[in-house]
């Protein structure tokens, strides 16, 4: 099994930058990887995923332009560039991971794998 773990969350006003990372303690089960966010009283929504072989990534609508994945195969390890911040991008942020290939964002219910978080705040 994959344990992941995430780090590069912090304090930002609006318009900075942050970098996320994300380790899988291994390859199995990591065919799909993903970044997640909880926002304050809301759900668990995605926010970008990517195919650890390459390919197209999935953005949410809301950071596409602004949020970049892209991993590092060779390290296990996936990354969320996060550019022009804004104050609802607050919340928890979540990396996921399943041995599927999924089309697209998918649940949460669709990843086996999860980091324990990393808190983003972004004032305004």
């Known amino acids: 099994q994959a344990k992941l773990v995430e780090s590069g969350g912090g304090s930002v006003q609006a318009g900075g930058s942050l970098r996320l990372s994300c380790v899988a303690s291994?390859?199995?089960?990591?065919?799909?990887m993903a970044w997640f966010r909880q926002r304050p009283g809301q759900e668990r929504e995605g926010v970008a995923s990517?195919?650890?072989?390459?390919?197209?990534?999935y953005y949410a609508d809301s950071v596409k332009g602004r949020f970049t994945i892209s991993k590092d195969s060779a390290k296990n390890t996936i990354f969320l560039q996060m550019d022009n911040l804004k104050p609802e991008d607050t919340g928890m942020y979540y990396c996921?991971?399943?041995?599927?290939?999924?089309?697209?964002?998918?649940?949460?219910?669709?990843?086996?794998?999860w980091g324990q978080g990393t808190q983003v705040t972004v004032s305004s």
């Open positions: 996921a991971a399943t041995a599927d290939f999924l089309v697209g964002l998918g649940r949460a219910n669709n990843y086996r794998h």
């Open positions: 291994s390859s199995g089960d990591t065919n799909t």
């Open positions: 990517i195919f650890r072989g390459g390919g197209i990534p």
